[in-house]
């Protein structure tokens, strides 16, 4: 039950085991906690020991003693509902569409008298188990969450159930986890906004369209999804090794070497649809440094409508990505389910609608073998 490490006390260990259970909704508000007899004697520790972890704990506020009657967990819903702090986590924050995402909640929540307090994962699941944890300990209103790795069946539900033991609202950006698809979510419509893409790419008269997609993340999965119901629709046939797949690890090497290994191997290419803008400016400089050119070669899309796209020497066409209101909406719906909770019950799924934002990396192609 306690962790086995001499560098910490022995009432610390107590102290973080009953904390975590309270943390996680084990022991729940108003719930009698053991005597410190009982505790003692349960696990093997001294009087002393057990009456200073409680000590330390009640001083925390995370319970609360009554004479004569015993030690009870203490409601902190009342501290947490006050504290006009908002949690925020999100995969990461320095990437380019995050800042103007978090700006856009910030906006709303600014002029609602709210701070933030801003987490990000790097996309790792164990990140992200820690911030979550360390956010239950918080008096917090509500969060606003971009997933980790949400096209993956998540270890860390327990916390997300945790949140809702202690009925702290929360809502989803981007996507949400399979486990929890029924939770509030704000999302793109990346399936369409990819479709759109490729419908454009076909109808100049493309035929060889590479797609490059993330695997471990619901909007990798969604795009590829309008990847392949776009080739359908036209009657293209879908051809798996015409598909990129690639990780987070491996994001930074994975889809430049797959697509000069085949470039090297002579394979038709005639255009090239990216997961987003950042791996459409790497595809652009990778082209380039084959001696290829866009589009001349090849044609090439982006998505997200960021700055890379409008920085690369030849300006990508991408697809829209509303940062600022996704975040405002998100933010929005956030205030509301918290000032109304029945509202928190309800189905909340909001989708904003993408749109292709045509530039210069794309060529009419008419005269294309099969």
């Not at 973080?16 to 520790?45: F, R």
């Not at 909001?350 to 060529?363: G, T």
């Amino acid at each position: 039950m306690l962790q086995n490490d001499v560098s910490q006390t022995k009432y610390a260990k107590l102290m973080e085991y009953i904390k975590d259970e309270i943390i996680m909704g084990k022991i729940k508000p108003g719930d009698q906690i053991p005597s410190e007899n009982t505790l003692a004697l349960e696990l093997s520790l001294s009087r002393h020991t057990v009456r200073k972890a409680i000590s330390m704990l009640v001083n925390e506020g995370y319970l609360y003693t009554e004479h004569g009657r015993g030690t009870f967990c203490k409601d902190r819903s009342i501290s947490r509902t006050n504290s006009r702090n908002i949690g925020v986590m999100t995969t990461y924050i320095s990437e380019y569409i995050f800042p103007r995402v978090i700006q856009g909640i910030d906006s709303v929540l600014s002029q609602k008298g709210y701070s933030i307090m801003l987490k990000n994962t790097d996309n790792d699941v164990e990140k992200e188990a820690l911030y979550l944890q360390e956010i239950l300990s918080k008096d917090l209103e509500g969060l606003i969450i971009e997933p980790t790795k949400s096209a993956i069946s998540s270890n860390n539900i327990k916390f997300y159930n945790a949140l809702d033991e202690h009925r702290i609202p929360y809502i989803f950006i981007h996507g949400v986890y399979q486990q929890l698809e029924d939770k509030p979510q704000i999302i793109l419509n990346d399936s369409n906004g990819m479709y759109l893409a490729v419908k454009y790419l076909l109808e100049l008269g493309h035929k060889n369209i590479i797609g490059i997609f993330k695997a471990d993340d619901i909007q990798g999965i969604e795009r590829h999804k309008g990847y392949a119901n776009a080739l359908s629709d036209s009657g293209m046939q879908y051809d798996p090794n015409n598909v990129v797949w690639f990780h987070t690890e491996d994001r930074k090497i994975k889809p430049y070497s797959a697509i000069e290994g085949l470039i090297k191997r002579k394979k038709k290419i005639d255009a090239i649809a990216c997961y987003n803008d950042q791996i459409a400016f790497g595809i652009y400089e990778k082209i380039s440094e084959l001696g290829l050119s866009i589009p001349e070669d090849i044609s090439l899309t982006g998505f997200d409508d960021s700055y890379f796209a409008t920085s690369c020497p030849t300006k990508l066409t991408s697809v829209s990505h509303p940062k600022e209101l996704l975040g405002e909406l998100a933010a929005q719906t956030l205030l509301d389910m918290i000032n109304d909770p029945e509202y928190s019950k309800t189905s909340i799924r909001k989708i904003i609608e993408p749109e292709l934002i045509i530039r210069d990396s794309c060529k009419l192609r008419n005269n294309l073998s099969e």
